[in-house]
């Protein structure tokens, strides 16, 4: 049966992961931000859809990670290409990062199913900052604590392939392929390729109930795999109730409402299941999300990825 056959895929990834690090944003909600992870996104949900998502990390810890995203894309009138703005705010410690990307997706119909393969390619800048004078140096006279970076544009290009059917969809991206020092003098490393593979879907359990597995799978040069893990159960199209489990980092939960066809709330709140518990609040994080009506369309259902 073709469910037990994505069940099976999905087990087989989270038994893959045996730590994680953390370079890039990472978010609970991942699925409301596919944008962010895979220019191939761009344009499967048929309309246009803007998202916004707030994190903020570790609460209760000075520098801890806070990470503001804005997505915003659409299919043109020919429905093949896709378009889309990504804009990321990342804060962590004395580092700022903002990422503006411009997201491009071409789409392959096939005529004996309702699935889409498309291709897709971002390109944009990161305005980095990087105030390391106004850290605590343990030595005064410190060289790499007089090293600050003030407005560093570098450059982006990321590219992914993503397919999707009405009930399941897998990605395969890499968001930033340029690998880039923020200084000549390679104090400073900011961006270090990774490499994401997404899998999910959902199936109906009974009238009133869905259940959506996916999982993300992330893979980086010089660091363990990383892999998040969730599944929501979605009551009546409306209430989206969930859990996360971050391998050896974090475990949590969210809830989403759906408002309507068009708009969707939702808050997530994790905690880390490492030592690090001890010292934070947990992680939190709220979404927006809201889908625009397209000419002669209509919505017959929410979409669920």
Do not use: C
Request: charged share 15%; net charge positive; aromatic share 16%.
């Amino acid at each position: 049966m073709r469910y037990n056959k994505f069940i099976l895929v999905f087990l087989g990834l989270l038994l893959m992961s045996k730590s994680i690090g953390q370079q890039e944003a990472q978010f609970t909600q991942y699925l409301d931000n596919m944008q962010y992870y895979n220019p191939a996104y761009v344009g499967s949900r048929g309309m246009m859809n803007v998202s916004a998502i707030h994190r903020q990390q570790w609460v209760g810890i000075e520098g801890a990670p806070m990470t503001q995203v804005l997505n915003i894309n659409t299919p043109l009138k020919y429905e093949s290409i896709g378009l889309g703005l990504n804009v990321l705010n990342d804060r962590i410690g004395s580092l700022r990062q903002t990422w503006i990307n411009v997201d491009f997706s071409y789409s392959l119909r096939f005529k004996k199913h309702d699935g889409r393969l498309s291709f897709g390619l971002k390109g944009g800048i990161n305005l980095v900052n990087n105030n390391l004078s106004s850290l605590y140096a343990v030595d005064a006279g410190d060289f790499l604590a007089t090293q600050n970076i003030s407005n560093k544009i570098l450059p982006n290009l990321g590219a992914g392939v993503y397919y999707h059917s009405k009930h399941f969809f897998a990605g395969l991206s890499v968001p930033r392929i340029v690998e880039s020092l923020a200084d000549p003098m390679g104090l400073n490393y900011i961006d270090q390729r990774h490499y994401y593979l997404t899998v999910g879907g959902y199936f109906i359990a009974n009238r009133m109930l869905k259940i959506r597995p996916s999982a993300m799978l992330k893979v980086t040069e010089n660091a363990p795999f990383a892999l998040d893990g969730s599944l929501a159960f979605i009551f009546y199209d409306k209430f989206w109730l969930g859990g996360n489990y971050r391998v050896l980092e974090s475990a949590g939960g969210f809830f989403q409402y759906q408002f309507n066809n068009q708009f969707k709330i939702g808050y997530a709140f994790d905690i880390s299941t490492s030592k690090l518990f001890r010292h934070n609040y947990g992680t939190h994080e709220i979404l927006l999300s809201f889908d625009f009506l397209m000419r002669k369309k209509s919505i017959y259902s929410p979409r669920y990825f």
